[in-house]
């Protein structure tokens, strides 16, 4: 297997700064055990408030379509390091569709970036036909989609930390690092202040 992203695929666990190593569990499944939920009002990411410019960065869907995040620019996004086989990232989904539901159509994108080391193999079938638990319905990724690599993620300085995600603001500065899933009130309040 190539490997792109410099990490180790493992069965049902995921790697997580300053989380550590987490038992993983099959997909669709309950959280973790030990994990709280969101509902909890507890935490289960690191957030650091920064004030660095957006990386250049050029990303490619799994149909072979171009982009740049220089196209998002007048747009608050949140740039989200995943893959399909990271517990915690599915953990986030949700909220993730929530969030890009709610702010959409207030200039806030969620911009994924996949960084399966299988690509467009692994990335495609996932997002076309993985439903996620939002309120009690079955809901699609309803956001765009990236294949990651390992310059893009050393551009962010993501280092096999998954999830990972950058709050950019609209006049492309990165405002937020968040390392793990993102917490829905946290990240909210802040996308508000910056719309």
Partial sequence: ?????GSKKIEGSAHIAGVGLIAGRGLGE????????EESGEKMCSEVDIDVPAPHAVFRDYG???????EYNGQVVLVNFWATWCPPCMDE????????????????????????DEGAEAVKPFVETRRFDVKGVGRAINYPVYLGTQDMAEKFGVREEYPSSFLISRD????KRIVGPVYRPSISKAIK???
């Avoid at 297997?1 to 992203?5: A, E, H, L």
């Avoid at 309950?30 to 939920?37: D, E, H, I, V, Y």
Wanted: aromatic fraction near 10%; charged fraction near 20%; hydrophobic fraction near 35%.
């Fill in 30 to 37: 309950t959280r973790f055990a030990g994990w709280p939920s």
């Fill in 93 to 116: 989904m949700p909220t993730l569709i929530q969030l890009q539901e709610e702010y959409g159509t207030k200039g806030f994108t969620v911009v994924g970036i996949a960084m399966d």
């Fill in 1 to 5: 297997m190539k490997t792109t992203t």
């Fill in 172 to 175: 492309g500065r990165q405002v």
């Fill in 193 to 195: 202040n910056l719309l």
């Fill in 64 to 70: 072979e379509n171009w982009s740049k995040l220089e």
